[in-house]
């Protein structure tokens, strides 16, 4: 859950990073920036910020905001409707992302998860992406991911989005943001 | 055709108008930048500098552009092998893009051809791109563009990119450049 204010000042902070990253937006698009908390209400350390370009039936374009430390919690795609599920690449272009996925394990990962824990971070090869850098995630793949110090900005080349079918590994996480008055 | 030459600075000046957008590519990338100029030596005109950043059975993506004044020819995605055709939108992120389409004709476009003669650019609805806007152009669909004065870096997203199957409207056109060694 989200405060009016703690969205607007999320929505400012990840405009100013994505006009920082040298990407120019509408009015209309930064007013309308999507803000996940996925329902835990720690936006700082367990969140996300996205613009959405473009989600035809068949192609998806994002913008994704990372502000320093955060991370987007450990979710797949799962196959839907004949689809085998979104196939997403993310490309850096600011920052760095330390993105984890299923594979071989990182024997000294660079990130700890939020909650060591919780048991809802499973999967641990390490794939660290600079400004250039790239990697694709096959269908219904676990992954999570987690920005550097500095924050990081990634655009996402996807197969159409339906957010509201991924699947988190924590069992707490509701993918929609609630938003109250104050 | 292209020298070597031609095609080593055609890259150079596509690798600086991408930085300038703040793009950042891998050094592989700058090196591999592909130039387009239809077969038709007049790179300056007709012609248009790519960087694919990804190309699956699925999902494409690039990086489009133009020098001052380049036009890419009229064309179309056909339908292939049970695909109705590349479905594509067109991000413009720095300079000014005029993209002429089927449907109204504009009665004043703010471009004319390189060959108005030629009978080779058949579709006159104009979309004017600035940093910011995008149009999504369905698939079988007639189009070319076309940059302002400053030229123009245009991001592409869309569907698997097949472009030896591109059906242009000027017979003269290869899409395939050949480059010879002086």
Redesign the interface.
């Known amino acids: 859950m989200l405060t009016q204010e703690e969205l607007s000042a999320a929505r400012k902070r990840a405009a100013a990073a994505l006009a920082e990253?040298?990407?120019?937006?509408?009015s209309a698009?930064r007013e309308a920036i999507e803000v996940a908390d996925f329902g835990l209400s720690r936006l700082d350390e367990i969140g996300l910020e996205l613009v959405v370009?473009?989600n035809?039936d068949?192609?998806?374009?994002k913008e994704l905001v990372l502000f320093p430390g955060q991370t987007c919690p450990e979710h797949r795609h799962p196959p839907a409707g004949g689809s085998p599920g979104k196939?997403e690449?993310f490309?850096c272009?600011?920052g760095v992302v330390y993105l984890y996925t299923e594979g071989d394990p990182a024997p000294n990962p660079a990130c700890r998860p939020p909650d060591p824990e919780s048991g809802a971070f499973t999967v641990w090869h390490e794939i660290e992406l600079r400004?250039?850098?790239?990697h694709?995630i096959p269908p219904n793949t676990l992954h999570w991911f987690r920005a550097g110090s500095e924050g990081a900005v990634v655009?996402e080349?996807?197969?159409t989005s339906t957010d509201e079918l991924d699947v988190f590994t924590d069992p707490r996480i509701a993918r929609e943001t609630v938003v109250r008055d104050s």
């Open positions: 990253a040298g990407i120019v937006l509408t698009e370009y473009v035809t068949l192609v998806c374009a196939e690449t490309r272009r600011r400004p250039g850098d790239q694709t655009s080349f996807s197969t």
